[in-house]
């Protein structure tokens, strides 16, 4: 069955980066593209941005432009979020999702959790 | 940007109570709307997309309707496993996402 697993929960610094990682399986990995949405703590879903796994083309939230990027390895059918000086209300869980192209991202992995704290 | 907004924020509802839920997009996205449900802990879940058409294994309690600006998420009898927040979602501006506020709902 399509499958996407996530890598563990990480505690980061304010300044620091993190990097989420987003392991697929069980369908043709570069015949989607993958989004990524964070969730706050209490919070909603806010869209971060996606990725298509066919070519690396890229469309990031605007407010995140310039801290995050977002990439894969074919090889290994893994899609990778980086997010670099990180602040307090980066605190979030952070979801992957697949994306077909005009459809509803799903299914979704199990979240990450990043914490922002000195 | 599209903005979406759903209402009730929240609704206290007892079992086998029928719910609906609203969700208004500030411009036409067709039908391209999705339906989430997500409960503490885990995972949204996707339960309909393109506004009225069920996921594979969801129960057909769940309904969609609605086209344009104007969407409406129905629960037609309550049950205890439902109590969860529930997300609209467009994705006309696709690869670009807009996700409602999330409407929760609570036992009454």
């Known amino acids: 069955q399509v499958q996407l697993v996530q890598s563990g929960a990480e505690v980061k610094k304010p300044g620091a980066s993190v990097k989420v990682s987003c392991k697929a399986s069980?369908?043709?990995?570069?015949?989607?593209?993958i989004s990524w949405v964070r969730q706050a703590p209490g919070q909603g879903l806010e869209w971060m941005g996606w990725i298509s796994a066919y070519n690396g083309n890229t469309n990031y939230a605007q407010k995140l432009q310039g801290r995050v990027t977002m990439t894969t390895d074919t090889s290994t059918s893994t899609a990778y979020m980086e997010l670099r000086s990180l602040r307090s209300d980066d605190t979030a869980v952070y979801y992957c999702?697949?994306?077909?192209?005009?459809?509803?991202?799903?299914?979704w992995g199990q979240g990450t959790l990043v914490t922002v704290s000195s | 940007d599209i903005q979406m907004t759903q209402s009730p924020s929240s609704l206290s509802a007892s079992v086998g109570d029928r719910v609906t839920i609203t969700c208004r997009a500030s411009?036409?996205?067709?039908?391209?709307l999705a339906w989430f449900q997500q409960k503490p802990g885990k995972a949204p879940k996707s339960l309909i997309y393109a506004a009225s058409s069920l996921q594979s294994g969801v129960p057909s309690k769940f309904s969609g309707s609605g086209s344009g600006t104007d969407f409406t998420l129905t629960i037609s009898s309550l049950q205890p496993e439902d109590f969860a927040t529930y997300y609209c979602q467009q994705y006309n501006s696709y690869p670009t996402l807009t996700f409602g506020g999330g409407t929760k709902v609570e036992i009454k």
């Open positions: 411009q036409g996205i067709s039908n391209y």
């Open positions: 069980g369908y043709t990995f570069t015949s989607y593209g």
């Open positions: 999702a697949r994306a077909g192209d005009y459809e509803s991202p799903d299914p």
